[in-house]
Antibody
Framework: EVQLVESGGGLVQPGGSLRLSCAAS????????MSWVRQAPGKGLQWVST????????SYADSVKGRFTISRDNSKNTLYLQMNSLRAEDTAIYYC????????????WGQGALVTVSS | QSVLTQPPSASGTPGQRVTISCSGS????????VYWYQQFPGTAPTLLIF???QRPSGVPDRFSASKSDTSASLAISGLRSEDEADYYC???????????FGTGTKVTVL
């Protein structure tokens, strides 16, 4: 069974940092592109970042570029999202998602990690 | 900042057919596959439709989807109370070079 389990969410002050982790199991992690998608409270879905199989290619939404860094450790079957210089508008549930292809569908989603940026 | 436009709500009585539209442009729906996701309150989204009209295993055939030019639609036939959820369309955008989502539609079963 495919499982994606996020951790690391919490309350952080504006300007602070947080690192999200996503532990993957039930599939060959290194064979899949991985992404982060977020959802602000009461709002819709927004793509945040994507990383390729090896970790050598990444892409970011303009709203997080230069502040967030996506990475992966295929030996640990884990995806990461390092979030720096956090703003109130980054408050959201962050979902770890799997996709077979870079431009394909998000076929499995984690349960999400809540990040709240507030003083 | 959603790129794809959906009606905010749709409703129907049990057994009825409900249709949700998703409007985009030539850089997304017009040239790429459309996906649909279902999200129940307090839970993560799940993939409902991929490659315009394909259902993952386990998705009832009451759910169907189509695409035409720069628009797509999701139909729920034989509406059931358990279909109450938010529905999002999505597609790759060639200009933005990333996935874009629709604004979302809340389906209510009256």
């Amino acid at each position: 069974e495919v499982q994606l389990v996020e951790s690391g969410g919490g309350l952080v002050q504006p300007g602070g940092s947080l690192r999200l982790s996503c532990a993957a199991s039930g599939f060959t992690f290194s064979s899949y592109v991985m992404s982060w998608v977020r959802q602000a409270p009461g709002k819709g879905l927004q793509w945040v970042s994507t990383i390729n199989l090896s970790g050598g290619t990444t892409s970011y939404a303009d709203s997080v570029k230069g502040r967030f860094t996506i990475s992966r450790d295929n030996s640990k079957n884990t995806l990461y999202l390092q979030m720096n210089s956090l703003r109130a508008e980054d408050t959201a549930i962050y979902y770890c998602v799997r996709e077979l292809l870079w431009f394909g569908e998000f076929d499995y989603w984690g349960q999400g990690a809540l990040v709240t940026v507030s003083s | 900042q959603s790129v794809l436009t959906q009606p905010p709500s749709a409703s129907g009585t049990p057994g009825q057919r409900v249709t949700i539209s998703c409007s985009g442009s030539s850089s997304n729906i017009g040239s790429n596959y459309v996906y649909w996701y279902q999200q129940f309150p307090g839970t993560a989204p799940t993939l409902l439709i991929f490659r315009n009209n394909q259902r993952p295993s386990g998705v009832p055939d009451r759910f169907s989807a189509s695409k035409s030019d720069t628009s797509a639609s999701l139909a729920i036939s034989g509406l059931r109370s358990e279909d109450e959820a938010d529905y999002y369309c999505a597609a790759w955008d060639d200009s933005l070079r990333h996935q874009v989502f629709g604004t979302g539609t809340k389906v209510t079963v009256l």
